[in-house]
């Protein structure tokens, strides 16, 4: 199936792109909504350099999902809070222009690696990417970007993420400071480096600015399931990472009176981070299945299908019936396996069996 992509500038900084790709809408290819759910897929890299996420913005936009990846100042360009502010001005932007890409603005959940991971969960728990709506600009006299602060307008928003799944994310960045101090083991390079990028990020050490590293950690943000999405954490036993930055906001979310379901963390045994995980068994269809069960896409039939016969049970998707025929979707939809345990666990998740009678995508 072919994929449209398309790079729109949201912003007047160049780093202030969203690239967006999605299948085409005519004829609407079977089994896909019209109005598709959008994924927000955030790229990590220290919140230093642009790293990229692979083939995953394609992939799922064949699955149905318009894929909106934005690149956005880096923390050598402009200090918190930048970085957060243009992914949410590219959301906003995304959502003003959701018709150009057959966008369903009101379904849109976010998957971010690494330092992205920390982007989309600061978005997904923060309440001004609620209302009111984000404006990244940026002075006339300031080209370079760095003293930007996001600009709002009080027009109505629709709702925010409908739920983010962060892989690696160091979602307290004075975790990192700490971990990277006097590193060991395989990892002290690059926790070395994530410290440094931390403190590049923040414009100062956590002595000398504690209020902006408390505005960077993300538990700090937490308001509980009414306000904030629900999230799908994932590390590896041996992270650059540890899962404890994600155990740090689950206990956060909880104390706000979160369910196990709100808060589903994963550990994958073995060594990795960030998008490797897409690769670790079980892990990729248990974020299909976790996307799935909270955007609910609608796909579209291929048409009418004659089915005599009795009726099957309720929940089948190849109806039929005295009645006369009933439409049948056989196109490329998105069938999840069952939804995972709500309270995360340990190890590889185990892949669901594919439900239905629709062929999946993969």
């Known amino acids: 199936m072919d994929v449209l992509t398309e790079t729109h500038p949201y912003g007047n900084h160049p780093r202030q792109l969203l690239t967006v790709r999605y299948v085409p809408a005519e004829p609407v290819p079977c089994g896909i909504p019209e109005r598709r759910a959008g994924l927000l897929m955030i790229h990590g890299g220290y919140w230093a350099q642009q790293s990229g996420m692979g083939t995953w913005p394609e992939e799922f936009a064949r699955a149905g999902y318009v894929t909106l990846a934005p690149t956005y100042r880096l923390n050598t360009d402009a200090p918190w809070p930048a970085c957060r502010d243009d992914v949410l001005a590219a959301l906003d932007w995304?959502?003003?222009?959701?018709?150009?890409?057959?966008?369903?603005?009101?379904?849109?959940?976010?998957?971010?690696?690494?330092?992205?991971?920390?982007?989309?969960?600061?978005?997904?728990?923060?309440?001004?990417?609620?209302?009111?709506?984000?404006?990244?600009?940026?002075?006339?006299?300031?080209?370079?970007?760095?003293?930007?602060?996001?600009?709002?307008?009080?027009?109505?928003?629709?709702?925010?993420?409908?739920?983010?799944?962060?892989?690696?994310?160091?979602?307290?960045?004075?975790?990192?400071?700490?971990?990277?101090?006097?590193?060991?083991?395989?990892?002290?390079?690059?926790?070395?480096?994530?410290?440094?990028?931390?403190?590049?990020?923040?414009?100062?050490?956590?002595?000398?600015?504690?209020?902006?590293w408390a505005d960077m950690a993300v538990a700090s943000h937490a308001s509980g399931p009414a306000a904030d999405a629900p999230a799908l954490l994932v590390h590896y036993s041996d992270d650059l990472v540890p899962a404890s930055h994600s155990e740090e906001y689950r206990t956060a979310q909880q104390h706000r009176g979160a369910a196990a379901s709100d808060v589903q963390l994963y550990v994958v045994k073995g060594r990795g981070h960030g998008m490797q995980a897409m690769e670790a068994p079980g892990i990729e269809p248990l974020i299909r299945a976790w996307l799935h069960a909270r955007l609910a896409p609608v796909p579209v039939p291929c048409g009418p299908v004659e089915q005599p016969g009795p009726v099957p049970p309720a929940g089948g998707c190849c109806g039929g019936g005295a009645d006369g025929p009933v439409p049948v979707p056989c196109g490329p939809v998105e069938q999840p396996g069952p939804v995972p345990p709500a309270g995360g666990g340990e190890g590889p998740a185990a892949p669901g069996p594919i439900g239905g009678c629709c062929p999946s995508p993969r």
Not at 161 to 189: C, E, M, R
Request: a negative charge; charged letters at 25%.
């Open 94 to 212: 995304a959502r003003d222009n959701a018709d150009l890409f057959h966008l369903d603005p009101h379904r849109i959940a976010a998957l971010g690696s690494s330092a992205g991971g920390h982007l989309a969960a600061s978005i997904g728990a923060l309440p001004g990417a609620r209302t009111p709506r984000a404006v990244a600009h940026h002075a006339p006299e300031d080209p370079e970007g760095r003293s930007v602060v996001l600009q709002l307008d009080n027009r109505e928003q629709p709702q925010g993420l409908k739920g983010f799944v962060a892989l690696s994310p160091p979602l307290n960045p004075a975790l990192a400071w700490t971990d990277g101090a006097d590193p060991v083991g395989t990892w002290a390079d690059k926790r070395t480096r994530l410290r440094d990028e931390a403190a590049r990020l923040a414009g100062c050490a956590p002595t000398e600015c504690s209020d902006v």
